[in-house]
């Protein structure tokens, strides 16, 4: 199965730049952390659809939580 990987544009660029990876195949969505390939997740798109609001939200992000606190 062939995975086409993206970096998110916040991650700073570079090689070494870690971050999380959003892929698209033939059966589905997956995300990797990028400084370990190995080990993909490939959650149902309604739970990834959750997940990528909830980032948006900030409900991840200390600094946003406190604010909205």
Known sequence: ?????RKSSFSGGGE???CIE???SQAGFHIRESDAPG???S?????LGALLRAVKA???DPAARAAHD
Request: avoid cysteine; glycine fraction near 10%; charged fraction near 15%.
């Open 16 to 18: 070494e730049a870690e």
């Open 22 to 24: 959003l892929g698209t």
């Open 58 to 60: 900030g409900e991840f």
């Open 39 to 41: 080990t993909v997740l």
């Open 1 to 5: 199965m062939t995975i086409n990987w």
């Open 43 to 47: 959650p149902a798109p309604a739970a």
